[in-house]
């Protein structure tokens, strides 16, 4: 048995010894044990000395390699958990501007509802589902269209892409209807088959396999055909025959000569016989034929 009454200086190293083992001495009754199970003999007056030396321990701020070794396994624990909720923050901002910001820009109207499509701006914009890709950059109410992937409207008012792979510039109420056809601006143009387009102008429609149709309601309804509408007139320029071009227009002036007058004097030489050739008018006439001549010996030798 250990000697009692023991001296302040011999109970205080006894527990630090106890202490730094982490075998803390434990109360059962009136007596002491130690955590090897040894019985100490005690009275009231030593108990309240080691009281005593543990509260001016605590109260000196001294601690223990154990509770030091607690403290700071706490605290890292608790600067994980503070790094973990950051991340988890950061994570969730970034889900937030994946699905508005960088998908819809502008006006909160505009909708995207296809796998990585994009609204650049504007208002009243929607891409629909199944047009994957698809792109509408700025502009007012312009719409891809359901299943129209890889579409892109840049622009204009009240456009419409119907088909894939579709393009737009700009523009107001022009509608690409086939795949890989193009509209480059204008009023009400429609491109409606495959490879198809309309650089501009008003109402004008593309209806043949890599046809173009151009100026003011031209209608280009054959393969590998060009209409242009130089004409005030909305039902006469239509193009109907394949790997043709159709020009509507009053004069063709081809370095200064105006190539439909030529045509037309040619045919008035030949109504009126000889007689006309001593006029003036037949002089200038033959003089527009030659000229004539020499510009379509010109295009034939740069179309071979």
Known sequence: FSRFPRSADERQEEFF??????????????????????AVLCCAAALAEVAQAQERLEFSGLESPC????????DDMAAMEATNDDITDQIADLQTRVDNELITYGDTTNTCLSTYCAVGGGQNNQVDEDSDFSFIRGGKANWCYESSPYSTILGGQSNIATGDYCSLGGGIKNKCYSNYA???????????ARFSMVPGGSKNTAKGRYSLASGFAAVADADYAATFNLLD????CVNEVDNSVMVCTEMFILNGVDVISSFDSRRMLKEDGTDCAKEDESEAAEKRLDTLETIVSLLSVLSN
Do not use: H, K
């Open 182 to 192: 193009a509209i480059g601006g204008g009023y009400m143009n429609m491109a409606n």
């Open 17 to 38: 010894r106890n202490d730094i083992t982490c075998n803390f001495p434990v109360r059962r009754g009136p007596c002491l044990f130690n955590m090897r199970g040894v």
């Open 67 to 74: 509770d030091e070794a607690a403290g700071t396994q706490a």
């Open 233 to 236: 007139d909305s039902t006469g």
